[in-house]
């Protein structure tokens, strides 16, 4: 807990900045489910409707897995046990609730950018994994994470997103499934579109 204590009060007391404040807002906003789960139809307009129904499945999994560890650790948020925490009183994107551990904003983050980078080139890999490792930091510079937090969502998102990729390859009951349903969502699509 020292460790977590010293490393968070690092990154939470750098704050003051209305810039930095703004660009770390932005970065947790990423982190949030309706935002993070929109790859999915991004994918499918760009005809990767395997990865999309992938990426779909794979959030909705993380969070109703981080929600379910919430419950079993129940640990409290660092604003709700130090009073020097620094946080935002920005309305409805204020304060979290609910247990800490592990950041949902960040499994999310690391589950769907662990996939995108074992699929697309390099570089997209890259840039997919450095900006969950971004969410993760803003995060903690927000006062709503414990660093161990953080690295729980990292490392639980990664193992996600393997698992996924592993169930998405070859012929079992998870590719069958989603065969069948990218045939009846392309189909419904098709007919809405008036093809």
Same mark, same amino acid.
């Given at each position: 807990?020292?460790?977590d204590?010293? =490393?968070f ?5 750098a704050?003051?900045d ?5 660009? !770390?807002v932005?970065? %947790? $906003? ?5 935002? =993070?789960v ?5 994918? /499918?307009c760009?005809?990767?409707r #395997? !990865?999309?129904f992938d990426?779909? !499945?794979?959030? *909705?999994? &993380?969070?109703?897995l ?5 419950? $079993?650790?129940? +640990? ?8 020097s ?7 409805? @994107?204020?304060?979290? &609730? ?22 697309v080139?390099p ?7 450095g900006l969950?490792a971004?969410?993760g *930091?803003? +995060?903690?510079y @927000? ?14 998102? =990664?193992v996600?997103?393997?698992? !996924?990729r592993?169930?998405g ?6 590719? #069958?499934?989603?065969?069948?349903a990218i045939? /009846? @969502?392309?189909?419904?699509? %098709? $007919?809405?579109?008036?093809?």
């Amino acid at each position: 807990m020292a460790l977590d204590v010293t =490393i968070f009060n690092a990154l939470n007391q750098a704050g003051g900045d209305p810039g930095l404040d703004m660009l !770390m807002v932005c970065l %947790s $906003f990423l982190g949030l489910t309706y935002v =993070i789960v929109l790859t999915g139809p991004i994918l /499918w307009c760009w005809k990767r409707r #395997e !990865m999309a129904f992938d990426v779909v !499945m794979l959030v *909705i999994v &993380t969070m109703l897995l981080t929600e379910g560890l919430k419950l $079993f650790f129940m +640990r409290e948020r660092p604003f709700e046990m130090l009073a020097s925490a620094r946080t935002l009183d920005w309305g409805w @994107l204020s304060l979290a &609730t609910g247990p800490a551990m592990p950041s949902g904003h960040t499994a999310r983050a690391f589950a769907v950018a662990a996939l995108l980078a074992s699929t697309v080139r390099p570089r997209w890999g890259a840039l997919a994994l450095g900006l969950a490792a971004m969410v993760g *930091i803003s +995060r903690i510079y @927000l006062g709503l994470h414990w660093p161990s937090d953080v690295l729980a969502g990292a490392l639980l998102g =990664i193992v996600l997103a393997a698992s !996924m990729r592993r169930a998405g390859k070859g012929d079992n009951a998870y590719t #069958e499934g989603r065969n069948r349903a990218i045939a /009846w @969502l392309g189909a419904k699509l %098709s $007919f809405a579109d008036g093809r």
